[in-house]
């Protein structure tokens, strides 16, 4: 059966304080102050519930109610609970204190390049006795060893220094050195160290000057002229990659592109000196001044394929270039791209597939 509600009275602050004054005459003192806490305690609530500034969880903690409930302090224990090490139906024994840390959210697994550091037991070897007193067995090498995880840090690109002996004759004073190690390579910059300059730079927007402030910090010095050589020198070695990349491009069925913009000092600096030589006539103002880098991402059944074009050029301009290296036995490529002009290959046969996202921005069917 349900109980009643309570009969509530609505007694101001005011009455409720004489009330008190009233009982202060008739409990002894120690009553009294059981009485004076419940009766601010309720103040409170009552107030606090008013302007809104308590919610169920705090009010649980006021009342003394425990944050969390425990398996451990509801249900009895067990019989042979909390009595040192106790035997596991696997024979394993089960051992007194805290348990171990967890390994965060990527296990050891997942760290594909990590060093992996053998490490031997300095006092077993196979069939030696069991260590501990109570057993009679042999100790034997698993195949599979533990996995310990350690995390150090060093920069982004470190620096080996070679010292080979150097001897000299003291008749013909000729200095020989010794030869190197075929570790050490040829050249200063390996080529790891370039590609490592080329992901922060392109693929995680590290700019030169702050690389550079970066490994100085560090004690590896990388001038920003350094990098900007190497990578130079890369592209030129990399540039056969790119066109066949733009060939393989050419031949998928599927290709998006569209613009942003984009600053090349280079550039501003030949508009700006274009313009000046040229005047400031109304031919020159309709003048293509905008610097752009055209994304193109070409789809096929087994692959996919991202180019970046940055100049002068429109999206569609690039989009023609790409597609002058199809081969003329294929059908016409789907284009996928917004209703922007500037993305249309041209005089380019394509299928044209606008993008939904923008068709409602264009057509009349929607503003009607």
């Known amino acids: 059966m349900k109980n009643p509600d309570p009969e509530t009275l609505n007694l101001t602050n005011e009455e409720l304080m004489a009330w008190r004054d009233r009982l202060r005459l008739v409990l002894t003192t120690e009553d009294f102050n059981i009485l004076h806490s419940l009766l601010t305690t309720y103040l409170y609530i009552r107030q606090a519930l008013s302007a809104a500034r308590v919610s169920i969880a705090r009010l649980k903690r006021l009342f003394g109610a425990p944050r969390t409930e425990k398996k451990e302090d509801v249900l009895p224990k067990a019989p042979d609970q909390g009595q040192g090490n106790t035997d596991t139906p ?47 067995g042999k100790v034997y090498r698993l195949k599979v060893p533990g ?33 190197l190690p075929v570790a050490a390579g040829e050249d200063k910059y390996d080529a790891s160290a370039v590609a490592m300059i080329a992901i922060l730079h392109f693929a995680n927007g590290f700019a030169f000057h702050r690389l550079e402030q970066h490994q100085a910090s560090l004690g590896i010095p990388l001038p920003a002229s350094d990098q900007s050589e190497n990578l ?23 290709l998006h592109n569209d613009d942003t913009g984009m ?105 009607s």
Not at 163 to 178: D, G, K, T
Not at 232 to 254: H, N
Not at 308 to 336: C, W
Request: charged letters at 25%.
């Open 90 to 136: 696997g024979g394993r024994k089960k051992k007194d204190g805290p348990k171990p840390k967890g390994h965060g959210k990527n296990g050891v697994a997942a760290y594909l390049a990590a060093q992996r550091v053998p490490v031997c037991h300095e006092n077993f070897y196979p069939g030696c006795p069991c260590p501990d007193e109570n057993c009679d």
């Open 147 to 179: 996995k310990v995880l350690r995390i150090t840090g060093q920069s982004p690109l470190k620096a080996t220094v070679y010292e080979p002996e150097r001897w000299r004759c003291n008749l013909c004073e000729e200095i020989f050195w010794a030869q």
């Open 232 to 254: 130079s020198a890369a592209y030129q070695k990399l540039l056969p990659v790119f066109k066949e990349l733009i060939r393989c491009a050419a031949q998928c069925e599927i």
């Open 263 to 367: 600053k090349i000092l280079d550039l501003l600096v030949l508009i700006k000196k274009s313009r000046d030589s040229e005047g400031s006539s109304s031919k020159n103002k309709k003048k293509r001044t905008g610097i752009h880098t055209t994304g193109i991402v070409a789809i096929a059944v087994a692959y996919q394929i991202a180019l970046y074009f940055t100049g002068r050029k429109h999206a569609g301009e690039n989009l023609a270039d790409v597609l002058q290296h199809r081969d003329t036995s294929l059908p016409a490529p789907i284009h996928m791209s917004d209703g922007l002009d500037h993305n249309a290959p041209g005089n380019v046969r394509v299928k044209s597939s606008k993008c939904l996202t923008h068709y409602p921005r264009v057509s009349p069917f929607f503003h």
